[in-house]
Structures are given as structure tokens and as C-alpha cells.
């Protein structure tokens, strides 16, 4: 509710707005004349006026990840950021603990990594915000590590499978350039590439025990481990023989095996069919 008085058209030429949201008071001319005008339900009244709001950004790192082919390496400096803030002080956590060590170069928004081990730095901070230093609680800020050479782990979706049977190949934790390469021969040397070829990752028709491995070639020469398929022997089921001459209703047979069924996985057994 407010009560203004008549006139001619009214200007707003000052406002300020009651610190208990309670009363509003706004001075008004009116043709020269000032009035106070008072007005209840300062709610309704902010909701016309211009409100802003910011919320401020996720803190940032530069780099956010790096990959070399030796450790230990330092990598310096990365660089932290978060809004318009100045940084004052920044922490450094690993994961896993031995992955690097870390620091701040002098009072910037600077810090140094000297990593040890493939990992993830985690960045604590906190910043100048009205002359006070403030932690910062935002979304995680964090910075990897890896080995660009590393040649990953190697698995198989099988490693015992039926004589003709198909796998897939995957691996895990690899970067840089590699290949796949298998092996089918009794001697399958791990530290160079005899008697290893390239091959994929999707394998089909298997009819022999094979192992697999992959080679990465981006810093120097690195094989992953060497996973291996177990093929079992094709199955042969075999033959029967039957006694020569008539078999008069109702007498006794001998039956004998030509050839002993062999192959497959499992246990082999033997089926009367009439």
C-alpha cells in the first residue's frame, strides 16, 4: 500500500532502501515540492528494481595434464586462477602419495611439480577476498601425470576358449602409440619381437594357444605384459565298429572303438542313438 500526492509527473531522485526490510522511503518532486513517500511491502517494490548477481567461477590450473617419456620431471610453472581473486596461498596433495612433490613459487599464483611416478596432484588454496584470506571450497582442482610411453595393461575378454573360437582384446592405462602383438610359438621372448607379430585387437578362428602383448614405440621400445589364451584341440569324436554278419533279434553284440573320440574341454562320453 502507498498514499502519494497529486500532482504532476513525479521523479525518483533518491533511493534507499530500509536496512530491517521493513520501510522503504523514497524522496519525490513533484513540481518542485519535495514529499516523502512511504511504502509498505518492500517485497513487491524490489522485485522492480535491478537486481544482479554473480557467482563466481571454478578455479582453474594450466596445464591440467602432462605426459612425458622419463621420471622424475619437473614441470614449472603451472599457473592457478580462480575469478579475479588473488591467490595467497597454495597446497599440493598426491594421489597416490608418492606420485611427486610440489610447491609454490614465492606468493604468485604460481606453483612447481616435480613428479615420480605416474598420478594426480590435488591443488589447495586460498585467496584475498576483502582484505582477508579465504579458503577455497569449490569443485576439485587437479593436474595428472603419465607416462607417454607407457605401453598399458593387456586382457583378454578369454583366455581358455574351444577349438575356432573368437576374442577381443582391450587395454588399459596405455598412452603414446602402440600395437597389438601375438605370439604362437613355444618361445615367445619378452624383451624383443621374435617370433611376435602385429596383429589387432579383435581375434578370430583360434585354433592354437596364443599370446598377445602390445609394443608401444613412442619413447623408445616398451612391451606390456603378456596375457595368454589357452586354444583346447579340436574335438573328434571318433567311430564305432559292428560286428560282421546278421544280428538275429533279441542277441547280445560286442560293439569296438576304431578311433577314441579326443579334443574339446570336458569330459567325453558315449551315446547309444537307435
Not at 502519494?4 to 513533484?30: D, E, H, R, W
Not at 605401453?151 to 602402440?178: F, K, M
Not at 619413447?219 to 583346447?232: D, K, R, W
Request: proline share 4%; with cysteine.
Amino acid at each position: 500500500m502507498m498514499d502519494v500526492s497529486s500532482g504532476s509527473t513525479n521523479t525518483i531522485t533518491q533511493l534507499k532502501p530500509a536496512t530491517n526490510m521493513k520501510k522503504l522511503y523514497m524522496k519525490i518532486s513533484f513540481s518542485g515540492m519535495n514529499h516523502i513517500l512511504r511504502i509498505f511491502g518492500l517485497f513487491s517494490f524490489l522485485m522492480s528494481v535491478c537486481m544482479t548477481s554473480s557467482v563466481a567461477q571454478t578455479a582453474q590450473v594450466s596445464p591440467i595434464s602432462v605426459e612425458e617419456c622419463t621420471v622424475p620431471h619437473t614441470e614449472s610453472p603451472y599457473t592457478l586462477t580462480y575469478d579475479t581473486y588473488t591467490i595467497y596461498q597454495i597446497d599440493i596433495s598426491f594421489s597416490p602419495s608418492s606420485a611427486g612433490s610440489g610447491s609454490q613459487i614465492g606468493g604468485t599464483n604460481q606453483f612447481s611439480i616435480t613428479w615420480d611416478s605416474p598420478g594426480t596432484a590435488t591443488i589447495s588454496f586460498s585467496y584475498w577476498d576483502g582484505g582477508q584470506p579465504v579458503s577455497y571450497t569449490g569443485s576439485p582442482v587437479t593436474t595428472t601425470f603419465a607416462l607417454t610411453g607407457d605401453p598399458g595393461t593387456i586382457s583378454a575378454s578369454a583366455t581358455s576358449v574351444e577349438y575356432n573360437s573368437n576374442i577381443t582384446l582391450s587395454v588399459s592405462g596405455a598412452s603414446g602409440s602402440y600395437t597389438y602383438q601375438k605370439c604362437t610359438s613355444a618361445s615367445c621372448p619378452t624383451s624383443s619381437d621374435t617370433n611376435w607379430s602385429t596383429t589387432t585387437a579383435s581375434q578370430t578362428g583360434l585354433t592354437q594357444t596364443t599370446k598377445f602383448r602390445t609394443k608401444n614405440t613412442t619413447c623408445g621400445i616398451n612391451y606390456s605384459n603378456i596375457v595368454t589364451v589357452t586354444v583346447y584341440p579340436q574335438f573328434t569324436a571318433g567311430s564305432v565298429a559292428l560286428p560282421s554278419g546278421s544280428i538275429c533279434s533279441g542277441a547280445d553284440i560286442t560293439l569296438s572303438s576304431v578311433g577314441d573320440a579326443s579334443g574339446g574341454k570336458g569330459t567325453i562320453r558315449y551315446q547309444w542313438e537307435s
